[in-house]
């Protein structure tokens, strides 16, 4: 099923059903500040499973990553050292995956994994979706493909992914170009992949 909402102005009560779909253990696709993504509540293992069966990765390897929607949130799963903290500070909300050494607080599912990628968009419509639901989102962007009408335009991201998921998000042209990702565990922050983000 496809779902309308503008950037600029999200419709609550579309976000309040959206994030209902999620608190049932659904998952959706939404838009980011890069590429369209698949999304479940961080907190449903049965979703956060399904999500890497669809991208056909083992969840035991799969680097995760999720999507806050504010920098305080971050402290509660993952731990910064004031080097990441002002570099995350400085260049969040953005097109940026941060990745942080995980803390106890993270669910079950992560508890194998030392570190996860931080997520924090630039776009209105995922921070109100994860700012409604109270806890962040497990987050999986959808597949490359040579044809990138299939990555950009929502119709036809429904086309094709539609029957995998309960929602799919349309929040206009996506982008075709992934997140800049930048590895904050060891002395000094690296960037690990070039995307739509530069550190400054």
Do not use: W
């Not at 910064?80 to 953005?94: V, Y």
């Not at 990628?117 to 994860?130: A, D, K, Y």
């Amino acid at each position: 099923m496809l779902v309308k909402l503008y950037e600029d102005n999200p419709n609550p009560n579309q976000v309040r059903r959206i994030v209902e779909v999620l608190r049932n253990g659904g998952i959706i696709i939404l838009p980011t500040d890069t590429l369209y993504a698949f999304a479940c509540n961080l907190f449903n293992q049965q979703g956060v499973e399904t999500i890497t069966r669809i991208k056909h990765k083992d969840l035991r390897r799969s680097n995760l990553s999720f999507i806050v929607h504010e920098i305080s949130q971050i402290s509660e799963y993952a731990k910064m050292d004031d080097t990441a903290f002002k570099l995350i500070k400085k260049h969040l909300p953005g097109p940026f995956t941060f990745i942080l050494n995980g803390s106890s607080n993270l669910p079950k599912l992560f508890k194998n994994k030392k570190t996860v990628g931080i997520r924090m968009p630039r776009n209105n419509i995922v921070l109100e979706i994860v700012r409604e639901l109270g806890n962040p989102l497990m987050t999986s962007s959808i597949f490359h493909d040579d044809d990138t009408d299939y990555m950009i335009n929502p119709e036809l991201i429904d086309e094709r992914y539609g029957r995998l998921v309960d929602l799919v998000i349309d929040g206009g042209d996506g982008g075709i170009t992934p997140s800049t990702i930048v590895d904050c565990t060891g002395d000094e922050p690296t960037v690990v992949r070039e995307g739509a983000g530069e550190i400054s």
